[in-house]
């Protein structure tokens, strides 16, 4: 009989991906969908009529419980957040509604419905910001630097807590950056891949950034979800750094991404600083040694080259259907 898997914030990249990466598996998949007057279902387009959709809100416990009920998981996926680091000054309460206390609501859910589900929660390097140790591992301290980075730490520790209070199979992901051509436009790297894409279309003729000098440890989406999936396959929970122990700076990745159509991004990148952030985060690089070791992982399977190439590639192609025949 086929493991059901209920799946919150499919819609975005990491869920799409998950997504189908569970269906190859032979899931039954469940995806928990908020009402909304414009649903963006790009990502997951080719695959929903595979999916079983059911309405709900991280915010609203009831709908939670609907949905566990209906769905009866084996694994829990919770994905669902206000994801972008730049709007969570912006709607810092709303961020720690949906990415703090959401957490709670879904694990109170699947508590309350179906205790013996195992459950993975997303958590994220942010949650480091003004990093305490280079490289970032399991025990290191966090110290967010922003509404967000603090709003992923209480959904990371309510986890654990939850997991030593109820004897709880509930595992966190600490994901460093990962990107792909499904991230959000918002995010700096597609930021910069659509941008590269419509400066050698001849549709702009500049990209404004802002600290040129940020380092982060860059990976794929596609590869990252495959080690959530595996913390659900272990006998024991626990959690884990999801990284690929580089580091590389926004310039280093513009770099790449104007070379790959032929241009120097000099010529076209411009810093401005209302892109800075309100607490800046200069560096994070992790440390996947434990992911590796008990996971079996293997980060990089796509290289950071080939990850800007990809991204580029595929914002060329999309534009170019825009264009007038």
Known sequence: MAKHALVTGITGQD??????????????????????????????????????????????????????????????????????????????????????????????????VKPEAKFYQASSSEMFGKVVEVPQKETTSFYPRSP?????????????NYRESYDFFGCSGILFNHESPRRGIEFVTRKISDAVARIKLGLMDELR?????????????????????LMLQQDKPDDYVIATGETHSVREFCEIAFRHVGLNYEDYVKVDPKFYRAAEVDLLLGDPTKAISQLGWVPQKTSFKQLVQLMVDSDLARVEKTLPR
């Open 15 to 112: 869920g799409s991906y998950l997504a189908e990466l569970l269906l190859e598996k032979g899931y039954k998949v469940f995806g928990l969908k908020r009402r909304t007057s414009t649903p963006n279902y790009v990502n997951i387009q080719h695959f929903m009529n595979e999916v079983e959709f059911i309405d709900g809100d991280l915010l609203d416990v009831n709908s939670l419980i609907r949905a566990v009920k209906i769905s009866n998981p084996d694994e829990v996926y919770n994905l669902a957040a206000q994801s972008f680091v730049g709007t969570s000054w912006d709607q810092a309460v709303l961020t720690g509604q949906a990415t703090g206390i959401g957490v709670t609501n879904m694990l109170d859910a699947v508590r309350l």
């Open 148 to 160: 967000y980075g603090v709003a992923k730490v209480y959904g990371h520790w309510i986890t654990v």
């Open 209 to 229: 950034l802002g600290n040129l000098d940020a380092k982060r440890d860059w990976g794929y989406a596609k590869d990252y979800v495959e080690c959530m999936w």
